[in-house]
C-alpha cells in the first residue's frame, strides 16, 4: 500500500541552525501538508502546498518556515533558524483530492525535531 | 474557530473490555469527522470517518456516530486486543484542507 514516507525520524539540531525535513508523498497525490506535534499538544495544522504554491497557512508558519517541492517527488519543510520551540514531532500529509472538507489525508510517520 | 476536544489519557484496559474515547468538537457549519491511529513508529493512519449528521463510520470492530446535536464524535469498541494499543486522534476538517486534531489519547491493552 503507498504510503508518505519521512526522513530523518529524529533530527537533533542545535538553536540558531537551519534544518530541512524530508517527505516523500504518495506519488498520485496532489496536495501537501505539514503539521506539527508539541509533546502534550494538539497536532496542529502548519502549511498546504498544491500547484508549487502555499495554498493555506496557518500563523504558526512565519518567515522562518518555507516550504519546497524541489523535483517531482521530494516535499520540504525548512526552518531557517531553529528555536527551542521548534522542538516537534513535524508529520508530513498528502492527499488527491481537495475541497469540500471531505478529502482523506495520508500521513507519514513524522520527525522528531530536537533543538537544544 | 473550529477545535476538538478530546478525552485525556493514557487509558489502559484489559483485553476484551469495551472502549470508549470521548471526543466533542467546535466548528461552524457541517464538518467532517475523522479518528486517526497512530501505531509505534508508524505515522497516522485513516481509523475511520463520517461526512454528516448521524453517520456511523466504522472499521475494525471500532465504530464513532457524528452527533450534531451533542456535537460529539466518540470513539467505540467493543472487545478490545492487544493489537489495538495505540495513539488515537479525533479530527475535523470544514470548508478547506486544514485538519483539527484533539491532543491524541493513548491505549494500552493488557491480557
Known amino acids: 500500500e503507498p504510503e508518505v514516507t519521512q526522513t530523518p525520524s529524529h533530527q537533533v539540531t542545535q538553536m540558531g541552525q537551519e534544518v530541512i525535513l524530508r517527505c516523500v508523498p504518495i506519488?498520485?497525490?496532489?496536495?501537501f501538508y505539514w503539521y506539527r506535534q508539541i509533546l502534550g499538544q494538539k497536532v496542529e495544522f502548519l502549511v498546504s502546498f498544491y500547484n508549487n504554491e502555499i495554498s493555506e497557512k496557518s500563523e504558526i508558519f512565519d518567515d522562518q518556515f518555507s516550504v519546497e517541492r524541489p523535483d517531482g517527488s521530494n516535499f520540504t519543510l525548512k526552518i531557517r533558524s531553529t528555536k527551542l520551540e521548534d522542538s516537534a514531532m513535524y508529520f508530513c500529509?498528502?492527499?488527491?483530492?481537495?475541497?469540500?472538507?471531505?478529502?482523506?489525508?495520508?500521513f507519514g510517520a513524522g520527525t522528531r525535531l530536537s533543538v537544544l | 474557530g473550529d477545535s476538538v476536544t478530546q478525552m485525556e489519557g493514557p487509558v489502559t484496559l484489559s483485553e476484551e473490555a469495551f472502549l470508549t474515547i470521548n471526543c466533542t468538537y467546535t466548528a461552524t457549519g457541517y464538518p467532517s469527522l475523522f479518528w486517526y491511529v497512530q501505531y509505534p513508529g508508524e505515522g497516522l493512519q485513516l481509523l475511520l470517518k463520517?461526512?454528516?449528521?448521524?453517520d456511523k463510520g466504522s472499521n475494525k470492530g471500532f465504530e464513532a456516530t457524528y452527533r450534531k446535536e451533542t456535537t460529539s464524535f466518540h470513539l467505540e469498541k467493543g472487545s478490545v486486543q492487544v493489537s489495538d494499543s495505540a495513539v488515537y486522534f479525533c479530527?475535523?476538517?470544514?470548508?478547506?484542507?486544514?485538519?483539527?486534531f484533539g491532543t491524541g489519547t493513548s491505549l494500552t491493552v493488557i491480557p
Open positions: 479530527a475535523l476538517v470544514n470548508t478547506g484542507n486544514q485538519f483539527y
Open positions: 463520517a461526512t454528516k449528521a448521524d
Open positions: 500529509a498528502s492527499s488527491r483530492d481537495r475541497g469540500n472538507g471531505k478529502n482523506i489525508q495520508y
Open positions: 506519488s498520485n497525490h496532489l496536495y
